[in-house]
């Protein structure tokens, strides 16, 4: 196994990625550390003695890599990007220009690329607002005003800083995916992912082992390792529909005859439902935090809020269910969205391909959305069991958790999915793999 890390730094190409790509972490981490103008420093200090975690705020300061816990430039984190590439993606279904945009090939994607990047500075710029209004009334703070001088002036020099530190993230991104290896959103969230871990895991010794139950902090371990080596086991698993294709005879040239097949994911999805439902979960989370609680009616709504969708500490049953059913459901809607059996038969049809035993056309279609049916259900099963087992944990022993399912599928994802870009670099070059 050291040979195979020995071999990724012999190969000079490869060495300057791997170099170029730690490098630019570097960068990313500096900037999460980097206090935005007009903070009252005193105050944030005492603020970050308190070790606050949990709920809505748990969440995004876990995707901002603890950016927004010292109230950073990077405290919005990649999550404006992500959210707007999702949003960008689900309206090319929905709008024709849009997806004549996406087939037309690089150009047509450059442009998508081009409108997503001004989407990302408008949610940042929406966000930032909130979150900084949000930290001077103290609501994340336990009461503690970060913001004194709270002017238009300051607001706006705030704003414009978070926004600013997106759009430089967002960049940093697209150069390690030029210069580095691996895709580069998808690295810095893993970054920021791994860079709370140190944190997470002593805030659970500290509930588990320091409280007299070190039984409860190793059954924590156990089930990471499991669930790990469970996101592995169905990442690579997949369905393979067989296709023919028919033989041609084009003067003496005999063309077709082919047999190759379809790989359907068994987790086509990916983690995007387990995204879409922690952010319909939020959003009620975030809007009850921003309104003021004068009115006895927002007080009672809020509290039901904190205490059942997890905008406070511990999560409830109530919240686990919920998040289970929206991820299933989510799990089928993108999952239809990424594969189209009608449009996949037309495309095998025009080819002159065909499955074994079934007829070209509608029958074709109806088989294969009668298997994506059938290996969406456990990928779906699956995606929600690994993300409400921390909440089950913490709503059984009644401790705060900061690590959710989510963020262990990300990690674990943007680890093979690196593996895989160096594997086929060392390949290439005759040098053993890590997955060979």
Same mark, same amino acid.
């Given at each position: 196994?050291?040979?195979?890390?020995?071999?990724?730094?012999?190969?000079?190409?490869?060495r300057?990625k791997?170099?170029?790509?730690?490098?630019m972490?570097?960068?990313?981490?500096?900037?999460? &550390?980097?206090?935005?103008?007009?903070?009252?420093?005193?105050?944030?200090?005492?603020?970050?003695?308190?070790?606050? &975690?949990g709920g809505?705020?748990?969440?995004?300061?876990?995707?901002?890599g603890?950016?927004?816990?010292?109230l950073?430039?990077f405290?919005?984190?990649?999550?404006?990007?992500?959210?707007?590439?999702i949003i960008?993606?689900?309206?090319?279904?929905?709008?024709?220009r849009?997806? &004549?945009?996406?087939?037309?090939?690089?150009?047509?994607?450059?442009v998508?690329?081009?409108?997503?990047?001004?989407?990302?500075?408008m949610?940042?710029?929406?966000?930032?607002?909130?979150?900084?209004y949000l930290?001077?009334?103290?609501?994340?703070?336990?009461?503690?005003?970060?913001i004194?001088?709270?002017?238009?002036?300051r607001?706006?020099?705030?704003?414009?800083t978070?926004?600013?530190?997106?759009?430089?993230?967002m960049w940093?991104?697209?150069?390690?995916?030029?210069?580095?290896?691996?895709?580069?959103i998808?690295?810095?969230?893993?970054?920021?992912?791994l860079?709370?871990?140190?944190?997470?895991?002593?805030?659970?010794?500290a509930?588990?082992v320091d409280?007299?139950?070190?039984t409860?902090?190793?059954?924590?371990l156990?089930?990471?390792?499991?669930?790990?080596i469970g996101?592995?086991?169905?990442?690579?698993?997949?369905?393979r529909?067989?296709?023919?294709?028919?033989?041609?005879?084009?003067g003496?040239?005999?063309?077709?005859?082919?047999?190759?097949?379809?790989?359907?994911?068994?987790?086509?999805?990916?983690?995007?439902?387990v995204?879409?439902?922690s &952010?319909?979960?939020?959003?009620?989370a975030?809007?009850v935090?921003?309104?003021p609680?004068d009115?006895?009616?927002?007080?009672?709504?809020?509290?039901w809020?904190?205490?059942n969708?997890g905008?406070?500490?511990s999560?409830?049953?109530?919240y686990i269910?919920?998040?289970?059913?929206?991820?299933?459901?989510?799990?089928?809607?993108?999952?239809?969205?990424q594969?189209?059996?009608?449009?996949?038969?037309?495309l095998?049809?025009?080819?002159?391909?065909?499955?074994?035993?079934v007829r070209?056309?509608?029958?074709?279609a109806?088989h294969?959305g009668?298997?994506?049916n059938r290996?969406?259900?456990?990928?779906s099963?699956?995606l929600?069991?690994?993300?409400?087992?921390?909440?089950?944990?913490?709503?059984?022993?009644?401790?705060?958790?900061s690590?959710?399912?989510?963020?262990?599928?990300?990690?674990?994802?943007?680890?093979?999915?690196?593996?895989?870009?160096i594997?086929?670099?060392?390949?290439?070059?005759?040098?053993?793999?890590?997955?060979t």
């Amino acid at each position: 196994m050291l040979s195979i890390y020995r071999h990724m730094f012999v190969i000079p190409d490869l060495r300057k990625k791997i170099l170029f790509t730690l490098a630019m972490f570097g960068v990313y981490r500096l900037g999460a &550390s980097l206090p935005v103008p007009g903070v009252n420093l005193e105050r944030l200090r005492t603020f970050q003695e308190q070790q606050a &975690s949990g709920g809505i705020y748990g969440l995004l300061n876990l995707f901002s890599g603890g950016a927004l816990e010292n109230l950073s430039v990077f405290s919005l984190g990649i999550l404006p990007y992500i959210t707007s590439s999702i949003i960008m993606q689900l309206l090319t279904v929905v709008i024709p220009r849009l997806q &004549s945009l996406q087939e037309e090939g690089e150009g047509g994607r450059k442009v998508i690329t081009q409108w997503t990047r001004y989407l990302t500075v408008m949610l940042s710029l929406i966000q930032s607002s909130g979150i900084t209004y949000l930290f001077h009334i103290g609501r994340f703070t336990g009461g503690i005003d970060l913001i004194p001088n709270y002017t238009p002036g300051r607001v706006a020099l705030i704003v414009l800083t978070m926004t600013a530190g997106t759009a430089f993230i967002m960049w940093l991104g697209e150069l390690i995916t030029q210069r580095g290896v691996g895709n580069g959103i998808s690295l810095l969230m893993f970054a920021s992912i791994l860079s709370q871990f140190p944190f997470i895991i002593g805030q659970v010794w500290a509930q588990t082992v320091d409280a007299g139950r070190p039984t409860r902090f190793f059954i924590v371990l156990a089930a990471f390792v499991l669930m790990i080596i469970g996101i592995i086991f169905v990442d690579q698993g997949q369905r393979r529909i067989p296709i023919q294709f028919a033989k041609r005879v084009r003067g003496r040239r005999v063309m077709g005859g082919q047999s190759t097949y379809i790989p359907l994911k068994v987790n086509t999805a990916g983690v995007i439902p387990v995204i879409f439902a922690s &952010s319909v979960l939020a959003i009620p989370a975030l809007i009850v935090t921003a309104i003021p609680s004068d009115n006895v009616v927002i007080q009672t709504v809020r509290n039901w809020v904190d205490r059942n969708l997890g905008a406070g500490g511990s999560p409830t049953w109530w919240y686990i269910l919920v998040l289970f059913g929206l991820i299933i459901f989510f799990t089928y809607f993108y999952t239809a969205i990424q594969f189209d059996p009608a449009r996949q038969s037309e495309l095998i049809q025009r080819q002159g391909g065909f499955i074994p035993g079934v007829r070209p056309g509608t029958a074709t279609a109806r088989h294969l959305g009668n298997i994506l049916n059938r290996i969406t259900l456990p990928g779906s099963v699956f995606l929600g069991i690994i993300a409400v087992l921390p909440a089950v944990a913490g709503a059984i022993w009644g401790i705060a958790i900061s690590f959710s399912g989510v963020s262990i599928l990300i990690m674990v994802g943007v680890a093979l999915e690196t593996m895989k870009q160096i594997e086929s670099q060392l390949t290439m070059r005759n040098y053993e793999g890590f997955l060979t």
